[in-house]
């Protein structure tokens, strides 16, 4: 038989301490709708009050206008879920539903023949959980070029 000497190895610490990491549930704190809203309006560079924003009576941003003919950027942001699905509605067209992740702001190109528009985060919102949308005209001709190409 062969024998091995094991070098003597003791430990002095605590026996039962238990660390806590930021990643295991219930170690923090939530953020309130207050936060997650705010981070909304950071994450799509826009105040607070302007329209499709998450607000106190609609976590979930809608936005519905008339839009004169031309290419546009459908951007949305979420904080608090998951994730979330825009929603965009052009006239008589079928709906177009995007789903996306919180971990980064959605921008879709889209191109609109004219006439009302209706974007929103659908659901599963509640609070404290916020998302918004915003539509911004098209500022890059690539995008522009690519849909003439399709």
Excluded: W
């Excluded at 990643?23 to 923090?28: N, V």
């Excluded at 079928?94 to 609109?112: A, G, K, M, Q």
């Excluded at 974007?119 to 609070?127: M, R």
């Amino acid at each position: 038989m062969l024998a091995v000497p094991l070098a003597g190895c003791e430990y002095a610490g605590p026996a039962d301490t238990v660390t806590k990491s930021h990643a295991q549930p219930g170690s923090g704190q939530k953020p309130s709708f207050e936060e997650n809203a705010g981070q909304v309006a950071r994450l799509l560079q826009a105040s607070a009050d302007e329209p499709g924003l998450p607000t106190d009576e609609e976590p979930s941003g809608e936005l519905s206008i008339v839009l004169a003919p031309g290419d546009y950027v459908v951007k949305g942001a979420c904080a608090g879920v998951h994730g979330v699905k825009v929603s965009i509605v052009q006239g008589e067209k079928p709906p177009l539903t995007v789903p996306y992740t919180c971990d980064s702001v959605l921008e879709r190109f889209i191109r609109h023949t004219g006439g009302p528009i209706t974007v929103s985060a659908v659901a599963p919102v509640d609070k404290p959980a916020a998302a918004g949308v915003l539509l911004q005209p098209n500022t890059d001709p690539r995008a522009s070029e690519l849909e003439d190409l399709s």
